[in-house]
């Protein structure tokens, strides 16, 4: 993401201001109160939602609105651009300049920048910029100064330790799983190893059990070729066994037949002899033979003849039992024929009763008609009257309800007064509550600022503590430079002399013998000058040198352990800008905050007053209150009168109809009096009839059924004579039969006597 221009309406100190930023890194720069901090909180405000303070503060004094609008190009290189504005009519949204599209609800936008910024939906942007992004002036190290628990919140979001906590989970449960197959894998393992521990035996065992396959293998291709010619000697067998059963078949088959034919003569040769003996029989009882054939066949006739007469015996039965139930039934009709004649003179005596009764039952049916209405009339009345009273009872209560209501009519009037006021006190009521709002507000803004202010004073107190203490120890900072100084040339002449001391070393091993380091000859006039020799002259050289070097490594010492106790100075001497910095900073916010203290002290007293000048609003808004819904009640009840006298008026006109309606059937009833008596009267002469239709209805049908009754009995007539002339035919008939049993007799006399012939 990249911010390419901010541009600021009535935001704090800027009236109207436009930044523009290009790539790379930009300082922003200014006097203390130029407005650097407000564009960074412009930056939190519009993209990262981040405000540290209210939006009152942020808008320019005396403007009722505040925009901040950031250009900026996305993670999709694409541009955008954010608009925010508080105050009245605030909104937000985001413009897609190349889709052209707004994003306007606040969810809807944090989702997008969400998306813009590349980060995860769950991380609140206030929280990244407060703590990461956008810190504010002199809280850079106030999250390492929080407690643990939130000073642990606020690095968990910042490094996104959950992430790796829950990575960390994940692979917990991953390991656990690895470990999980691996000790079941370790099992297997095991298991297999324990399965296999004699895999050496089993494959000696392997081997010979091949080799002892292998033989057998041999075996058995050996046993197969014998098998063969024992299965071909087989088959020979079996075809020579078939064919010797064959023949024991055909012998056996031999032999019966044989036999058969033996016990076949023996039986014709009986019989042979038995043909005989029964011919000589029959000759001997011919004579007895053919009598008894000549009864059997007589008597077969005569059989025949009986089964003929029983037929014709039983059918002149069945004719003699029809004749008699024709005869029975001839005067059954007769005797209904009788009764028909009967019933025809009880029809004419009943004819004037059932004249009589008519009348009764008409004069019955008009009382009874009249009796209905006279009791359908009571009742009526009875409930006309029971309505009319409730009529009565109503227009009472209605009556009662209307003087109850009228009185109340000032009341109501007043409803719309009392209702205006109520609503002025609410009005008033929420204003207070508003009031005692801001008090409240006014009042914990001022403990906020109280607290700022001490703690500024605080830190002012320790800034000038700092520099009182630097410009106490400004002589040892400023002798820093000379002690500088020293070092380097004391460095410079240590190099001098550890020069010096080389060249004095090798001067002397090349002077061994006398000789003249630089000429390689003997030196002449080293005796002249008191030395015993040159490496005596470059020993004292050397001599001379070390306590030099000696004495410029002491004087380093001395210089080292002086920068070493004036170092913390310098450092603070170093830092005195950025003290006196602080110090006027604190100085400026200090001020600042006295200036909001009074402000605020004098906001809340004036907030004070209004609170208390609306204290009385409680008790007067109750008694508002108490008034209204008196009122309410009444201008509800008062609505009710039109409609109660409208009622009482149908009351009245119902009441009226219903008394016309009794006078009306009171009129009807006193000419239906004494329907009882002449209906009782009636009823009394019906029973002394006692129901005469019913019984000449009764003898009419039978009179209606004559001419079936003579058609019944000619047709009886007519069956009778049919069945007399059956019943002398079958007469005839039977004359015939009159000799059978006596010559059945014979018959079976005969047969019985020549029946030994015939056997």
Not at 136 to 160: C, E, M, N, V, Y
Not at 292 to 319: C, G, I, N, P
Request: aromatic content about 6%; overall charge negative; glycine content about 4%.
């Amino acid at each position: 993401m990249l911010i390419t221009r901010i541009e600021l309406e009535n935001i704090k100190s800027y009236k109207k201001m436009v930044v523009d930023f290009r790539r790379g890194t930009t300082a922003i720069s200014g006097a203390n109160g130029a407005g650097k901090t407000t564009l960074v909180e412009s930056i939190g405000y519009a993209l990262f939602d981040y405000l540290p303070y209210k939006q009152e503060q942020f808008i320019r004094e005396g403007e009722k609105f505040g925009l901040v609008t950031v250009h900026l190009i996305g993670g999709d290189d694409r541009p955008y651009t954010v608009e925010r504005r508080c105050g009245s009519r605030s909104r937000w949204f985001i413009y897609d300049e190349e889709a052209n599209d707004h994003v306007e609800q606040k969810t809807d936008v944090l989702d997008k920048l969400h998306d813009l910024f590349g980060i995860d939906r769950e991380r609140p942007l206030d929280s990244l910029f407060r703590d990461a992004l956008g810190v504010p002036q002199g809280t850079f190290t106030a999250i390492f100064l929080d407690k643990a628990a939130s000073r642990k919140q606020t690095f968990d979001a910042l490094l996104q330790v959950e992430d790796y906590k829950t990575a960390f989970e994940k692979l917990l449960e991953t390991q656990r799983l690895y470990k999980e197959q691996m000790m079941s894998q370790q099992g297997v393992i095991q298991r297999l190893e324990y399965e296999t521990r004699d895999l050496d035996t089993w494959r000696n065992t392997l081997s010979e059990a091949q080799q002892q396959r292998e033989q057998q293998e041999r075996q058995s291709n050996e046993w197969s070729q014998l098998l063969l010619t024992l299965k071909d000697q087989q088959l020979k067998l079996k075809e020579q066994e078939r064919a010797l059963d064959t023949l024991g078949k055909q012998r056996d088959y031999s032999n019966a037949t044989y036999t058969n034919a033996q016990n076949l003569l023996r039986e014709r040769e009986y019989q042979a002899q038995v043909a005989r003996d029964a011919q000589r029989i029959v000759e001997a009882s011919l004579n007895d033979y053919q009598r008894y054939r000549e009864a059997d066949a007589t008597l077969v006739r005569l059989r025949k003849d009986e089964q003929q007469r029983s037929r014709l015996l039983k059918q002149q039965s069945d004719l003699n039992s029809n004749h008699a139930r024709v005869e029975s039934n001839e005067q059954n009709w007769l005797n209904r024929l009788e009764e028909v004649e009967s019933a025809r003179q009880k029809v004419a005596m009943l004819m004037p009763l059932v004249k009589q009764q008519d009348e009764h039952e008409k004069k019955r049916d008009e009382l009874v008609e009249k009796k209905a209405r006279y009791d359908e009339i009571l009742k009526q009345g009875t409930n006309l009257r029971k309505r009319v009273e409730d009529y009565q009872q109503k227009q009472g209560t209605l009556h009662k309800q209307i003087a109850d209501v009228e009185p109340l009519e000032p009341v109501a009037n007043l409803f719309e007064e009392r209702n205006e006021r109520l609503h002025s006190l609410l009005l008033q009521s929420s204003e207070r509550l508003n009031k005692q709002r801001q008090l409240q507000e006014k009042q914990n803004e001022l403990e906020t600022r109280n607290r700022e202010r001490d703690v500024a004073a605080d830190k002012l107190r320790k800034a000038e503590t700092n520099i009182a203490t630097i410009e106490e120890h400004r002589s040892e900072a400023e002798e820093m430079p000379h002690l500088e100084t020293r070092r380097i040339e004391l460095i410079a002449q240590e190099h001098l002399v550890r020069g010096n001391i080389d060249g004095y070393v090798k001067s002397r091993s090349q002077s061994a013998g006398g000789q003249c380091p630089l000429l390689h000859e003997g030196c002449l006039n080293i005796r002249q000058r008191g030395i015993v020799s040159l490496e005596s002259y470059f020993d004292g050289l050397l001599t001379k040198e070390h306590e030099q070097l000696d004495t410029v490594r002491a004087e380093q010492a001395v210089i080292t352990q002086r920068e070493n106790e004036i170092k913390k100075y310098v450092d603070w001497f170093n830092k005195l800008g950025t003290y006196s910095e602080r110090r006027d900073n604190y100085a400026v916010d200090i001020q600042r905050l006295a200036i909001d203290i009074a402000r605020l002290e004098r906001e809340i007293r004036d907030v004070h007053e209004e609170v208390n000048a609306l204290s009385q609003l409680p008790a007067l808004i109750e008694e508002a209150q108490r008034s209204n819904q008196e009122s309410k009640d009444a201008s509800q009840r008062v609505r009710e009168l039109p409609g109660l006298h409208k009622q009482m008026q149908q009351l009245q006109e119902q009441i009226e109809q219903g008394n016309e309606e009794l006078e009306a059937l009171r009129a009807e009833i006193a000419h239906l009096k004494g329907v009882d008596t002449y209906l009782a009267e009636v009823k009394a002469s019906l029973v002394t009839l006692n129901n005469p239709r019913l019984r000449w209805q009764t003898q009419q049908n039978v009179v209606n059924k004559a001419p079936e009754y003579e058609q019944n009995l000619q047709q009886e007539r007519i069956r009778k004579a049919e069945l007399e002339q059956q019943l002398q035919a079958l007469e005839q008939q039977l004359k015939s039969y009159a000799m059978l049993d006596n010559d059945i007799q014979q018959q079976e006399a005969i047969r019985i006597s020549s029946g030994e012939g015939y056997q």
